[in-house]
């Protein structure tokens, strides 16, 4: 009889795991999504910037090349967001069926 109810205590655990687990994963999939949000409208606006000072020979080789630079940043940002976000969305929690 006390191995039924240890037995059961454990499916509940894991149960209990397994739920926090998915929550940690919704947490960071909630996360990634709003600092996307921001390294999208960062990226926009220097993209912008860039283009219109190129445009309008408003602008030096060596600032022109800081802007390259942190553009080529975001871009870099975005994509670990890209691969992580990914990541979240293939994992899968075993279960207690199994």
Sequence with gaps: MAKKNFEVDERDGVKYLESQMQDLIMAERRFLHEISNVLVIANGMTGYLQQTLV???????????????AVESLNKANHLIKVRRATLHSMKLPSMNE
């Excluded at 445009?55 to 630079?69: R, S, Y």
């Design 55 to 69: 445009v309008d020979n408003k602008i030096k080789l060596q600032d022109l090349e800081k802007i390259q630079k």
